[in-house]
């Protein structure tokens, strides 16, 4: 099946710092989705991708399509402590209205204050 | 803003026991769906459902599983007969094409089968 690869598996980073994680895949993806899940909850959508190249924002939070298609990046500004928790990516590969996500295995970013 | 509930939250089973989790999608969306997440793992598609079928199923979704939409408002999803290693977090989700096509996930229901 399709595969994610997401990275870095875990974060520790001081509060004030900036934060990197990428997905890669061998294959095209027509939507990236970053998700941040916490303990006991569901995924909670941070920012959606629609179109390679797309660079969007939502807030200290920065995501882009990569041109290929075949990767995303999620950039996080200034991080603070409630920062703490899982990053997802998921890609969607079938356009066709309905999503048939592929998760990345999760990026665990530890903030310490 | 409009959100995905999920009953129950927690259910602990014993194995071979049939179980049915309930979702109630946002109202206007048109696609449902299942996933799952085993703890400490990715989580996975399980199936798509739209106009009142199937739209699309993973490998995981077997003739173990079922869904349905009883009413207008709720969305299921049927273990049959649960096995151990059906123990997980079940989300179910909901989009709208119509809507920025954008998919919200419920706050998942834990599966614990012993």
């Known amino acids: 099946g399709q595969q994610l690869n997401q990275s870095p598996q875990s974060m520790f980073i001081q509060e004030g710092e900036d934060v990197s994680m990428n997905c890669t895949s061998s294959?095209?993806?027509?939507?990236w989705l970053w998700y941040k899940q916490e303990p006991g909850e569901g995924p909670v959508l941070l920012i959606a991708?629609?179109?390679?190249?797309e660079l969007t924002s939502n807030g200290r939070l920065t995501a882009q399509f990569g041109i290929t298609r075949k990767d995303s990046f999620l950039n996080i500004s200034a991080s603070i402590p409630s920062d703490v928790g899982i990053y997802f990516c998921?890609?969607?590969?079938?356009?066709?209205?309905?999503?048939?996500?592929?998760f990345g295995k999760g990026t665990k970013l530890s903030v310490i204050p | 803003e409009p959100e995905v509930t999920q009953t129950p939250s927690h259910q602990v089973t014993q194995m071979g026991q049939e179980v049915i989790l309930r979702c109630v999608p946002i109202?206007?969306?048109?696609?449902f769906y299942w996933y799952r997440q085993i703890l400490g793992q990715k989580v996975e598609f399980l199936v798509s459902?739209?106009?009142?079928?199937?739209?699309?199923k993973s490998e995981i979704f077997d003739d173990q599983f079922s869904v349905e939409r009883p009413d207008g408002s709720n969305f299921t999803l049927k273990i049959r007969s649960t096995k151990l290693e059906d123990s997980a977090m079940y989300f179910c989700?909901?989009?709208?094409?119509?809507?920025?096509?954008?998919?919200?996930f419920g706050e998942g229901s834990w599966l614990t089968v012993v």
């Open positions: 989700a909901s989009s709208d094409p119509a809507g920025g096509n954008t998919i919200y």
């Open positions: 294959s095209i993806f027509n939507t």
């Open positions: 991708l629609y179109k390679a190249g």
């Open positions: 998921a890609g969607d590969r079938s356009g066709a209205g309905s999503y048939q996500l592929t």
């Open positions: 109202s206007n969306h048109l696609y």
């Open positions: 459902f739209y106009n009142n079928e199937i739209s699309e």
